[in-house]
């Protein structure tokens, strides 16, 4: 945007007010996308006493890291009680490689697609895209009976299938559309220069990708990361993603509820998706100027 | 090495507790269990998985299961067959016949009841009723004249959490209160459109709707454990709720008796049951290991040190009979006995809103109806008539 | 170095007709330049050469080989892009040794190679530089660099200069032209702008919607346009074209009639150079002139020569050189480029006279050249 | 998206003159990556589509079952008062996340393309959400909207003893607070998606309106806003798209509650699928969502694949 | 229609010095062209008489008024953007219409406006398209109307033909000094190209760095430049620059001495035009010799005049109507432009000779002009 508080002409009152009103309006804006974020931390830090007594947007009166500690390592979670860890050390062991399988597919995928042009591949595309939006309930289903027959129902490794199967539609989508922009004729050059699908996408495509690789990552990341549905159906006991055993931590039917745990442990299983949005949204916002905004 | 897999949603507090008393029976018995909790919706995300399990071909070795569902999975051949350990161990013997009934089907065990709620249980602050001069009601006037004394004391008379299956549980103490075993069991278990039309269910109805006035405005998604809560900081006089709700007490130090009350909510005669049972499945595929597993887990189930252990646990009373009541508070005493009496009377009918009574799609009629009609302003006659057509619509 | 036939080629693309009939033979060492307007199929067929586009029909053959069915790789061939296309992730020296390296050339010589053609193109301190560190004409001279390092028998160019502004247009246009010079490679060069192609060609072939208009010498397409898009497209300010009426003068002489859209209607009659061709058949109808803005002159005041008049000059546009001085003919503007001495302020009335033995005849309904013999 | 020419095309793919294996496989390499994707999707996505649509016509109630029943379940879905309330959840619902989402992201969007001090930080807190996942917060959420434990306990403490904000209890009002978490978790979002926008609009564009006397709301409502339509689009379709599978949400916040009143398809399908053993009916009613998003969605591709064409 | 001063004007940006002290003086309709290299200050000048930048110091007077500041809105200007900036939603006639409309102008006046602006540019058929749907030439035609309608005191014009291609450029050229000739606007005008400044400019600014190097006429910048930076920058092909020393010749006569880098060493000597000056003082110092392209003819050969000289002929370039002859003369490349009847072919040896009344000289370390009087 212009500067336009550089303008000559415009030092007046109103542009003051202006100024202020900005402040004020983002300011509000800001409450409201906290408020979530605060009322989860202050109850993670309060004694489970003093949740139960009065509203749950104050200042805890005193804090404690005890329910941290045991949402970390010691919360029972069926009959075991190692609190979160050992779910959170396995969802990262089956959402990394997931997410690079997805992200390389959708790489690859996109580049055949746009620079690599056979008939029908806009059809192919536009069927694939599709994939992004099945509502995934109805597919459960017949994956698990998929599964089955594949023998890896309740494994870690049927679950990261899962995830990247469903991850692909988009990781194509963000590369297809970066992709379009780039010139056909480096693929020309580099075809003359004797490089190969491969060799070019190696040497060349994939160095000017960073971009977009973020945006998928975070993408995919996040999604994976955050999913419930494949989780609880598609692994089991100690095989759980950390959402699933969060859920399992947080919702009991007829025992007793420990806030203070259920938030601490709330907020231990989002670190990593909100580390990664604060490390890398710049590039984030970034990566959609860089192509994908047009969805 | 003889192993179990077993799938729950028992994940957290008592719960995990009680469940790791047949982990580790199973274990010191060298058997291995291998834990799959699916928590959540009182065990509706576990059903989701047991669902994509089966039909995956590769069904968990047991999981809980309740009333009628034992049979649809039963009919579906799903389960493994249970006759062998049955007879070693006697359960016919051991078990009271409505129990053993609701989980055998064809004559034959397809599951194994391990314990008993009561559901219709009243648990009342003593120190708010004596500050209005009150009595533990005993019929449900005695509760609506109760009730308006508290409200006119500024005292919320009931602690209440608007959930369906909340909601449902206090439709069904209502409706054995004012109703009566039989017609709970024609209404609720057996879903006669006659009974479901009655004026008794229309009065169960319009009692509901007073029960609404008793409740504070900030009960919607309320937790049932916020509500005992609310009834530990006197806060609110009653609740009703199943006896889980001891567990909040306990874990509070509280004493029965002394610090809370629990009795049986108003009715003439009764005792609604929920009985948690483990059912075992049957896999084609199973291994050997499996089938030991789930054939030793099944003769450790109802022996009475494992009864004890996990119903005190579970703060239910086991569902052997014959057990020793030393180690049980009055309350469960009082349940225990209430047991035998009712099983002698024949008036011990089995949970609509746990599940022990009827059908899932028939129970999720019924929760849509009551949680419908408890957060509207929908007349009584109109709550029946859209009762029947969605009971109707479930079968 | 290598000799490239092309016989007949056809390509349809999304159910149109791109080139319909192309035929070109070049011999080593000539300098092909393919001119035409933007979208008449110029940098499809250079594709077609190189193997990126497929053949519907036809027969291209470098040197004795067919290679409609050789791919790119394998045909000996390097191409410089009007994006330069240098891969933005590699430095210089990179991007000029990746086509020997992916061809499996030894670390010494891809060195000794990079070596020569830097020197070649002075390009030696640029060589650890990624190309968006590079201006626009070191970002051209490295894509010409990549092309020569390989040593191909076909050169082919893309519109390499028009993405430079004009000054460095220029020059690495004498560059290239050195370059071809030095080297006496065979090249095909692709570009709309006809100073370019007067200015590098051997033969240049002039295209409009997939086919060719004219295909020969510069100065011959310069002098003698086959046509008025031709005409047209060649020589800025462009050629000046005005309706006329073919006459014939007292002496028998065939002239070009203009008429003025004045009152008067005021007549200008203008002598054409017809040697002896005979234009009797024509004689009466409507003809367009064709006359280049350095075919008109100042004539000396009151010179009574034929083909000289008085008119107003309407727009004055001294461009340093040269002057270009805008009036209105036949109700069409006209362009001349005078000497900046001979120039009057717009406005004043001035004496022009065209060089006769340099206009063209042109029919308005074939727009064809009418030849007037020698 | 520029150009789409096929001229990237793998080179002589028609004839194959060398016809030995390793050139032809060259020629068809693009295929032959996108395959096993392609595939793939085609079986998990489209494969088990038809799968449930062969269930929505079947007698399944607990397991599947394969005995066609027509279009029972069709009926029966249609009868049931539930679905009705799903549907009309989910057109106010996802009317106004649509809505209010554009409308707080673009505001944000515009608001920090001010030249804010600590855009950073902001835009970091507004985006953050889209990091969650509903089973974390929806807990908090569902606290925050309690009367008694959150936003209206807090300002009556503050002295408003009147203040009432009780719209979660309330079977009316339920469906706008799912619209306030919801909105809260996507709005940052689509913020990002317009403020990447915002960025790309040309300067001088912003200059020349300066000059023509249009003042600073009225050069974003009559120029920038306008020539940044195609991010509508795009924020439309992502929204839609999350709007019919916000299923989450409502899991965590209200489970439908009070009584079914906040009920949307998602929980509708989920729920007759694997709490009710109505199965065929579950089906049946993924079919019709199914039906909702291809009329969004394929419309919109339509639009999109063959704009880029014709660009 | 006003006047425009601006006095010492400063600016610094992100801590440089982006233009330090310009002044400018123009009359009501005058016709300035700031001409400079990328990145000189341009485009900064422009925008702080538009009033799109602040200034740090001294001051820019529209009319009798101080407008330092004044909202752009309220200068009364009009601007036409490198990018033409045309509002991407609006049809063409909202676009010309948006100005008059925010200042409150009544629909029929806008109306009337824009029909005259319509038919002035030949824009009528356009008016309800969008921008998106015009070709480069009629979108700069549709900026122009958006300008033109609003009949400012002022008309600001940043580098409004760069993206146009040469053909198109050169007609819109002709129309913008139409236009001028008949508004008699103020104008100021931002560009590149010099060959647009020349054509168009009553008044040319040469800037480098921020600052002017040379304020005057075209003709005179052209003829005269002040330093070898203008006098490089204008032109096409650039002015020659060749080394040599100042000699003295037997008649006394000043003369350029161009030591040739051959065996023999051979000496040139060209005796140069320099009047009454004196030079005595730089007498066998080392000079620079500035001589344009078309500066140099081919002399009649064995011709024994001063200031010619044999050469051989290293690259000829054929533009059509001119050819480019390049020959090292001084261990220099220097560009001839000749009439292509004049050259003879690569290779071979010609007799050139230099217009030296056309020459000039410059100081190397100062790169400043040496006069050489009248
Ligand atoms: N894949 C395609 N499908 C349909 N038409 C195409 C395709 N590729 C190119 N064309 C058309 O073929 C014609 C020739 O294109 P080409 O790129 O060869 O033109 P050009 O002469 O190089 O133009 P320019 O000077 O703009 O580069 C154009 O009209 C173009 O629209
Ligand atoms: N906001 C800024 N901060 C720092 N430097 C700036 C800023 N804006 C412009 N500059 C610098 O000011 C100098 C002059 O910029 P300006 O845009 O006026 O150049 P110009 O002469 O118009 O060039 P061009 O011909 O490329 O448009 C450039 O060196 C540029 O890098
Ligand atoms: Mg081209
Ligand atoms: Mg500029």
Not at chain 1, 136 to 153: D, K, N, R
Not at chain 2, 204 to 222: A, C, E, I, L, T
Not at chain 4, 235 to 241: D, F, Q, T
Request: hydrophobic letters at 45%; glycine letters at 8%.
């Amino acid at each position: 945007m212009l500067d336009t508080s550089a303008l000559p002409g415009r030092r007046s009152i109103g542009q003051i007010i202006g100024r202020i009103t900005i402040y004020a309006m983002l300011l509000i804006f800001a409450t409201y996308y906290l408020m979530p974020l605060f009322v989860m931390l202050s109850t993670s830090l309060r004694p489970l006493a003093e949740i139960k007594s009065g509203s749950i947007i104050a200042l805890p009166r005193e804090i404690t890291f005890d329910a941290w500690v045991k949402a970390w390592g010691q919360a029972c979670i069926g009959t075991k009680c190692d609190g979160l860890s050992p779910h959170f050390w396995l969802t990262l062991k089956v959402v990394v490689p997931s997410v690079i399988v997805s992200t390389v597919l959708g790489m690859i995928n996109g580049y055949a697609l746009t620079k690599w042009r056979f008939k029908g591949a806009n059809l192919v595309f536009g069927l694939m895209l599709f994939g992004c939006f099945v509502p995934y309930q109805a597919i459960l289903l017949p994956m698990a009976q998929t599964l089955g027959t594949l023998g890896i129902s309740n494994t870690p490794l049927g679950l990261g299938l899962v995830f990247t199967l469903y991850g692909i539609p988009f990781t194509t989508l963000f590369f297809r559309n970066y992709y379009v922009s780039i010139p056909d004729d480096l693929i020309k050059a580099a075809t003359i220069d004797g490089a190969g699908f491969f060799a070019t996408l190696w040497y060349i495509i994939v160095p000017l990708s960073p971009p977009i690789i973020v945006v998928t990552v975070i993408w995919q990341f996040t999604g994976m990361w955050n999913d419930f549905l494949f989780g609880a159906a598609f692994s089991s006991g100690a095989g759980q993603p950390v959402i699933v055993a969060l859920n399992n931590l947080v919702n009991t039917t007829t025992g007793v509820k420990e806030y203070n745990v259920d938030f601490a442990a709330s907020i231990i299983a989002a670190i990593p998706t909100v580390f990664v949005y604060v490390v890398a949204g710049k590039y984030f916002i970034r990566g959609l100027t860089a192509g994908s905004v047009k969805g | 090495e003889p192993t179990l897999e077993v799938l729950h949603y028992w994940t957290s507090g008592g719960e995990s507790l009680a469940i790791n008393v047949f982990a580790d029976a199973l274990n010191n018995a060298g058997g291995k269990w291998v834990d799959q909790p699916v928590a959540g919706g009182g065990g509706d995300a576990m059903n989701t998985v047991l669902r994509t399990r089966v039909i995956a071909g590769d069904p968990p070795g047991m999981t809980i299961l309740k009333g009628p569902v034992v049979t649809e999975w039963a009919n579906a051949g799903a389960l493994a067959d249970l006759e062998n350990v049955a007879a070693a161990e006697k359960w016919d013997d051991i078990l009271p016949p409505l129990l053993s009934d609701i989980v055998k089907v064809d004559g034959k065990y397809a599951a194994v009841p391990l314990d008993v709620h009561r559901v219709d249980w009243m648990w009342v602050n003593p120190e708010v009723l004596a500050s209005v001069d009150g009595a533990v009601p005993t019929t449900w006037d005695e509760f609506n004249t109760l009730a308006d004394k508290l409200l006119e004391a500024g005292i919320t008379p009931l602690a209440h959490g608007g959930q369906p299956w909340q909601d449902a549980t206090m439709f069904e103490v209502v409706a054995l209160g004012l109703g009566g075993p039989d017609f709970f069991r024609e209404a609720l278990v057996d879903v006669n459109p006659d009974a479901l039309r009655s004026d008794t269910m229309i009065a169960v109805f319009d009692q509901m709707r007073r029960m609404r006035g008793y409740v504070d405005d900030n009960f919607s998604g309320r937790d049932w454990n916020l509500a005992t809560t609310m009834v530990m900081n006197g806060d609110a006089a009653m609740q009703i709720m199943g006896d889980w709700a001891k567990g909040e007490f306990l874990a509070a130090n509280k004493t029965p008796g002394e610090d809370f009350i629990c009795a049986p909510a108003p009715n003439k005669g009764g005792y609604i049951l929920n009985s948690n049972s483990f059912a075992f499945f049957d896999d084609p595929n199973a291994s050997d290991d499996a089938v030991a597993g789930r054939e030793l887990m099944a003769s450790l189930l109802l022996s009475e040190e494992a009864q004890i252990e996990f119903t005190l646990n579970k703060g239910s009373v086991p569902a052997r009979l014959g057990v020793s009541r030393e180690p049980y508070d009055i309350c469960g005493v009082r349940s225990m006995d209430d047991i035998e009496a009712t099983l002698a009377s024949g008036t011990l009918v089995p949970s609509m809103a746990h599940e022990m009574a009827t059908s899932s799609a028939n129970r999720g009629a019924f929760l849509e109806i009551i949680t419908e009609h408890f957060n509207s302003d929908m007349s009584s006659q109109e709550a029946v008539e859209l009762l029947v057509e969605a009971i109707e619509l479930a079968q | 170095m290598a000799t490239l036939r092309i016989s007949d080629i056809r390509k349809k693309l999304g159910g149109n007709d791109i080139l319909n009939g192309i035929n070109v033979d070049l011999e080593d060492g000539d300098f092909l330049v393919l001119l035409g307007p933007s979208g008449c199929g110029k940098s499809t067929l250079l594709n077609m050469i190189a193997g990126l586009e497929t053949i519907d029909s036809g027969e291209v053959r470098i040197g004795d080989r067919v290679v409609n069915n050789v791919h790119p790789r394998d045909r000996d061939i390097a191409m410089v892009f009007q994006s330069y296309a240098l891969y933005p992730s590699m430095t210089v020296a990179k991007n000029i040794t990746f086509g020997l390296q992916r061809r499996g050339a030894s670390k010494a010589e891809q060195a000794a190679a990079l070596d020569h053609v830097a020197g070649l193109l002075q390009i030696k301190p640029l060589l650890n530089r990624r190309p968006a560190q590079l201006s626009g004409g070191q970002r051209q001279r490295v894509a010409m660099g990549r092309a020569l390092v390989r040593d191909p028998k076909l050169f082919l160019f893309d519109e390499p200069l028009s993405n430079l502004d004009a000054k460095l247009r220029g020059e690495m246009r004498t560059e290239i032209k050195r370059l071809h010079q030095r080297l006496g490679s065979t090249i095909v060069y692709v570009t709309h702008d006809q100073v370019e192609a007067m200015t590098l060609a051997s033969h240049v072939a002039v295209m409009k919607n997939g086919a060719i208009q004219q295909y020969g010498e510069p100065q011959q397409i310069y002098e003698r346009p086959a046509n008025m898009f031709v005409a047209g497209f060649i020589g800025a300010p462009a050629m000046n074209f005005v309706p006329c009426v073919l006459t014939q003068n007292e002496s028998g002489q065939y002239c070009a009639t203009i008429t003025q859209p004045d009152d008067l209607r005021t007549k200008i009659e203008l002598v054409l150079p017809t040697g002896n061709t005979d234009l009797s058949a024509r004689l009466g109808t409507d003809l367009i002139l064709g006359i280049r803005p350095e075919g008109i002159t100042r004539a000396p005041s009151g010179a009574d020569d034929t083909g000289s008049f008085d008119l107003v000059v309407d727009v004055v546009e001294p461009t340093g050189a040269d002057t270009m001085v805008v009036f209105n003919l036949g109700s069409k503007e006209v362009t001349a480029r005078l000497s900046p001495k001979d120039v009057v302020p717009a406005g004043q009335s001035m004496r022009f006279q065209f060089k006769m033995n340099e206009v063209s005849l042109f029919d308005p309904d074939t727009t064809n050249r009418i030849e007037m013999g020698e | 998206m520029s150009q789409t020419k096929e001229s990237g095309e793998s080179p002589d793919r028609s004839k194959g003159g060398q016809g030995n294996f390793v050139f032809w496989l060259q020629t068809r390499i693009s295929q032959f990556v996108v395959a096993p994707s392609f595939l793939a999707i085609l079986v998990v996505v489209y494969g088990f589509i038809l799968w449930t649509g062969y269930i929505s016509l079947s007698d399944s109630r607990m397991l599947p079952s394969y005995n066609f029943a027509g279009l029972e379940q069709y009926d029966r879905l249609w009868s049931m008062s539930r679905w009705y309330t799903a549907l009309n959840n989910m057109l106010v619902f996802g009317g106004l996340y649509i809505f209010i989402s554009l409308l707080i992201g673009i505001t944000l969007a515009i608001l920090l393309d001010q030249r804010i001090r600590m855009e950073g930080a902001l835009r970091t807190i507004f985006l953050y959400p889209m990091a969650l996942s509903f089973i974390v917060t929806g807990t908090a959420w569902k606290w925050i909207l309690n009367p008694g434990l959150g936003v209206q306990q807090f300002v009556r403490d503050l002295g408003f003893e009147t203040f009432t904000f009780d719209w979660i209890a309330d079977r009316d009002m339920v469906v706008y607070t799912l619209v306030i978490a919801a909105v809260w978790q996507a709005s940052g979002f689509v913020m990002a998606l317009f403020l990447a926008a915002l960025r790309g609009v040309d300067q001088d564009i912003i200059k020349a309106a300066y000059l023509d006397g249009a003042s600073l709301p009225r050069i974003y409502t009559t120029i920038i806003i306008p020539s940044i339509k195609p991010v509508f689009l795009s924020a439309v379709v992502i929204l839609s798209h999350l709007a019919i599978k916000s299923f989450d949400l409502v899991v965590a916040m209200t489970a439908g509650g009070p009584g079914v009143a906040s009920d949307l398809p998602a929980t509708f399908m989920f729920a007759m699928s694997f709490q009710r053993n109505q199965l065929g009916v579950g089906a049946a009613s993924a079919m019709m969502m199914l039906a909702t998003v291809m009329a969004i969605m394929v419309p919109y591709f339509y639009s999109q694949l063959r704009g880029e064409r014709h660009a």
